[in-house]
C-alpha cells in the first residue's frame, strides 16, 4: 500500500472513533480523490496493466489488519458515493476479509470475487503500483465501489448489490452484514467474525475427532470379528499345529485391535474437548445473536412458522435440489461441520452416535405435528441428543457430514415412511432464498422484488428402518 493511503487510512480511522456511527440509514462521506477513474465508463481494452497471471492467487496472499480495512472502506465509499458498510460486508460475504480469495468455483478471484471478465471493465489502480490487482485489497475494494456506483448506487444499493450477485439472498446477506457495521461500527463486525471463526474452527474440530473415533471403533469392531474366528478355528483344530497357528493369528489381531481402541480412547479424549470448546464458542456466539444482522452470519437456526431449517449456514452455502435420486426424501449440501438443528418442537425417537453402512450417524424425531423425520450421514451427534430426549425448535442435534453411504458432507433428510417430498412442502419452500439455494433452478425473485433505499447516502456527512437406494 501507498504511503498515500497509509496516512489516509490513519487520518480516516481516527476520524471515524472520534465522530462514532451514524445514525439509522445515513452514512456520512468525505471528498473523494479526483484521480479515479469514472464510475460512469468502463475501461477501454488495454488500458489497465494487469497482474502477470490474473487468475492465480500470488504466493503470499495480502492480508490486512481490520483497521486498514475499514480505511479502504471508508475511502472507497466516500470515492465513489456508496455505502462503506456495504462495502464492508461484501468483503465478508465474498472473502471472509481476505481469506478465502478463490478462485471459486465460477471462477471468481480476489478480495472482492470479481469474475475476469468484470475486472478488465471495472479493476483500477488504487494503491498506485502501476498494476490493476484484484488479489491487492487497494485495487479491489475500490474497484467494487466503482461497480457499484456504475450500477447505481449512489441512489438505489440494493439493485447496485443485486447487479454484483443476481441473488435476492445475496442481496439480503450483504445489506444485513451490512447493517450490522452500521449498528456497531468495525468493532461489533470485528467481534461478530472472531465469534464467527471460533464456530468455524470448533465445529470443524467436533467433526474431526468424531470421524476418527467412528473409523477406530470400526476397525476394532471388524478385527474382534476375525479374531473370534481364530479363537474357534484353534479351539476345533485336531492338529497342534493348526491349533498354534490359529492361536498365533489371533493374538496378533489382538494387538492390534486393542492398539485401535487406544486409538479410539483418545479420539474420544478429543471429541469432549472439541465439544467442550464448541459449547463455549456457541455460548458466546448466543448473546450476539440477538442482534438480527448478527445471527445470519453467526449460523443461528433460520425460524420460519412452526418450522426451523434443519441446516444452519445460510444461502451462500447451504444448496438443496427439487428432486432426490427415486424416492421422497432430500438431500441439503452444506460444509462439513455446519451446525444441524431439529427442524421442529418433538422428541427423539432413536439416535445413533455410532455409522451404519447406509445412514451413517444419524436420529430419527417426532415432530409435534405427528409427522416423523429422519437426519443422516452427521459426523457428530450433539452428547445432548438421545432417544427419549424433548427438543424445541431450534435445538442443536449435530453436524453436517459425510457418514455412511454419502458422497460429499450434506444432510439427508426423509419422513418415516418415506410418504411425501420435503422439498415440495410449504414450510421447506418457504426458506429457499433465506436460508438455502435450489442448487437445480432459480430461487430469486426479480429485482424489482429488492427492497429498495434500505440505505440513504447523504452528501458529506441434520438401521436399516431408513430406506435407502445405491
Same mark, same amino acid.
Given at each position: 500500500m501507498?504511503?498515500?493511503?497509509?496516512?489516509?487510512a490513519?487520518?480516516?480511522?481516527?476520524?471515524?472513533?472520534?465522530?462514532?456511527?451514524?445514525?439509522?440509514?445515513?452514512?456520512?462521506l468525505v471528498?473523494?480523490?479526483?484521480t479515479?477513474? +469514472?464510475?460512469?465508463? @468502463?475501461?477501454?481494452?488495454?488500458?489497465?496493466?494487469? @497482474?502477470?497471471?490474473?487468475?492465480?492467487?500470488?504466493?503470499r496472499?495480502?492480508?490486512?489488519?481490520?483497521?486498514?480495512?475499514?480505511?479502504?472502506?471508508?475511502d472507497?465509499?466516500?470515492?465513489?458515493g456508496?455505502?462503506?458498510?456495504v462495502?464492508a460486508?461484501?468483503?465478508k460475504?465474498e =472473502?471472509n476479509?481476505?481469506?478465502?480469495?478463490?478462485?471459486?468455483? #465460477?471462477?471468481? &478471484?480476489?478480495?472482492?470475487?470479481?469474475m475476469?471478465?468484470?475486472?478488465?471493465?471495472?479493476?483500477?489502480?488504487?494503491?498506485?503500483?502501476g498494476?490493476?490487482?484484484? $488479489?491487492?485489497?487497494? /485495487?479491489?475494494?475500490?474497484?467494487?465501489a466503482?461497480?457499484l456506483?456504475?450500477s447505481?448506487g449512489?441512489t438505489d444499493?440494493?439493485r447496485?448489490?443485486?447487479?454484483?450477485?443476481h441473488?435476492?439472498?445475496?442481496?439480503?446477506?450483504?445489506?444485513? !452484514?451490512?447493517?450490522?457495521?452500521?449498528?456497531?461500527?468495525?468493532q461489533a463486525?470485528?467481534?461478530?467474525?472472531?465469534?464467527?471463526?471460533?464456530?468455524?474452527? =470448533?465445529?470443524?474440530a467436533?467433526?474431526?475427532?468424531s470421524?476418527d473415533?467412528?473409523? #477406530?471403533?470400526?476397525?476394532?469392531?471388524?478385527?474382534?470379528?476375525?479374531?473370534?474366528?481364530?479363537?474357534r478355528?484353534?479351539? /476345533?483344530?485336531?492338529?497342534?499345529?493348526?491349533?498354534? /497357528?490359529?492361536?498365533k493369528?489371533?493374538?496378533?489381531l489382538?494387538v492390534?485391535r486393542?492398539?485401535?481402541?487406544?486409538?479410539?480412547?483418545? #479420539?474420544k479424549?478429543?471429541?469432549a474437548?472439541a465439544?467442550?470448546?464448541? *459449547?463455549a464458542? %456457541?455460548?458466546?456466539?448466543? !448473546?450476539? =445473536?440477538? /442482534?438480527?444482522?448478527a445471527?445470519?452470519?453467526?449460523s443461528s437456526?433460520?425460524?420460519g412458522?412452526?418450522?426451523?431449517?434443519?441446516?444452519?449456514?445460510?444461502?451462500?452455502v447451504v444448496?438443496? +435440489?427439487?428432486?432426490?435420486?427415486?424416492?421422497?426424501?432430500?438431500?441439503? *449440501?452444506?460444509p462439513?461441520?455446519?451446525p444441524?438443528?431439529?427442524?421442529a418442537n418433538? &422428541?427423539?425417537?432413536?439416535?445413533?452416535?455410532?455409522?451404519?453402512?447406509?445412514c451413517? &450417524?444419524?436420529?430419527?424425531?417426532?415432530?409435534?405435528d405427528?409427522?416423523? $423425520?429422519?437426519?443422516?450421514?452427521m +459426523?457428530?451427534?450433539?452428547?445432548?441428543?438421545?432417544?427419549?430426549?424433548?427438543?424445541s425448535?431450534?435445538? @442443536?442435534?449435530? %453436524?453436517?457430514?459425510?457418514?455412511g453411504?454419502?458422497?460429499?458432507?450434506?444432510?439427508?433428510l426423509?419422513?418415516?415412511?418415506?410418504?411425501?417430498?420435503?422439498?415440495?412442502?410449504?414450510?421447506?419452500?418457504?426458506?429457499?432464498?433465506?436460508?438455502?439455494t435450489?442448487?437445480?433452478?432459480?430461487?430469486?425473485?426479480?429485482?424489482?422484488?429488492?427492497?429498495?433505499?434500505v440505505?440513504s447516502?447523504?452528501?458529506?456527512? %441434520?438401521?436399516?428402518?431408513?430406506?435407502?437406494?445405491r
Amino acid at each position: 500500500m501507498s504511503r498515500r493511503l497509509l496516512l489516509a487510512a490513519g487520518l480516516l480511522l481516527a476520524c471515524a472513533l472520534a465522530a462514532g456511527t451514524a445514525s439509522a440509514g445515513t452514512f456520512s462521506l468525505v471528498t473523494a480523490p479526483a484521480t479515479l477513474p +469514472s464510475a460512469q465508463v @468502463p475501461n477501454l481494452p488495454g488500458s489497465i496493466a494487469l @497482474p502477470p497471471s490474473l487468475g492465480s492467487p500470488p504466493a503470499r496472499p495480502e492480508q490486512l489488519s481490520y483497521a486498514q480495512l475499514s480505511a479502504l472502506w471508508r475511502d472507497a465509499g466516500a470515492a465513489y458515493g456508496v455505502p462503506w458498510q456495504v462495502l464492508a460486508a461484501i468483503n465478508k460475504v465474498e =472473502s471472509n476479509f481476505g481469506r478465502n480469495m478463490g478462485p471459486s468455483s #465460477a471462477g471468481a &478471484i480476489g478480495w472482492m470475487q470479481f469474475m475476469p471478465s468484470t475486472w478488465l471493465r471495472w479493476g483500477l489502480d488504487a494503491d498506485g503500483d502501476g498494476v490493476a490487482d484484484p $488479489w491487492r485489497a487497494a /485495487d479491489a475494494i475500490y474497484a467494487a465501489a466503482r461497480y457499484l456506483a456504475a450500477s447505481g448506487g449512489q441512489t438505489d444499493i440494493s439493485r447496485a448489490v443485486y447487479s454484483y450477485n443476481h441473488a435476492q439472498w445475496y442481496v439480503d446477506e450483504v445489506l444485513a !452484514t451490512a447493517r450490522l457495521f452500521e449498528g456497531g461500527g468495525v468493532q461489533a463486525a470485528v467481534t461478530v467474525d472472531r465469534l464467527q471463526r471460533g464456530l468455524s474452527t =470448533s465445529s470443524v474440530a467436533v467433526a474431526a475427532a468424531s470421524h476418527d473415533l467412528a473409523v #477406530a471403533r470400526a476397525r476394532a469392531a471388524a478385527l474382534a470379528r476375525v479374531e473370534a474366528r481364530f479363537r474357534r478355528r484353534a479351539d /476345533d483344530a485336531p492338529l497342534l499345529s493348526d491349533r498354534l /497357528d490359529a492361536q498365533k493369528q489371533a493374538v496378533l489381531l489382538d494387538v492390534r485391535r486393542q492398539a485401535l481402541l487406544a486409538q479410539a480412547a483418545r #479420539a474420544k479424549e478429543r471429541l469432549a474437548a472439541a465439544e467442550r470448546q464448541f *459449547a463455549a464458542a %456457541r455460548s458466546s456466539a448466543r !448473546t450476539a =445473536s440477538f /442482534d438480527p444482522s448478527a445471527r445470519t452470519l453467526l449460523s443461528s437456526p433460520a425460524y420460519g412458522r412452526n418450522y426451523v431449517f434443519p441446516v444452519g449456514g445460510g444461502p451462500s452455502v447451504v444448496f438443496a +435440489s427439487h428432486t432426490h435420486h427415486d424416492y421422497p426424501a432430500v438431500d441439503i *449440501a452444506a460444509p462439513m461441520g455446519s451446525p444441524l438443528y431439529a427442524l421442529a418442537n418433538g &422428541i427423539v425417537v432413536r439416535a445413533w452416535g455410532t455409522p451404519d453402512a447406509r445412514c451413517g &450417524i444419524g436420529l430419527t424425531m417426532r415432530a409435534e405435528d405427528g409427522l416423523v $423425520w429422519t437426519y443422516c450421514h452427521m +459426523s457428530a451427534l450433539d452428547p445432548a441428543i438421545h432417544a427419549g430426549s424433548v427438543v424445541s425448535a431450534g435445538t @442443536p442435534v449435530g %453436524r453436517v457430514g459425510e457418514t455412511g453411504h454419502a458422497t460429499g458432507p450434506h444432510l439427508h433428510l426423509q419422513l418415516q415412511p418415506p410418504t411425501q417430498w420435503p422439498q415440495r412442502m410449504a414450510w421447506f419452500q418457504g426458506f429457499a432464498g433465506s436460508a438455502f439455494t435450489w442448487s437445480d433452478g432459480p430461487t430469486t425473485s426479480e429485482p424489482s422484488a429488492a427492497p429498495r433505499a434500505v440505505f440513504s447516502v447523504v452528501p458529506p456527512a %441434520r438401521s436399516g428402518v431408513v430406506t435407502f437406494t445405491r
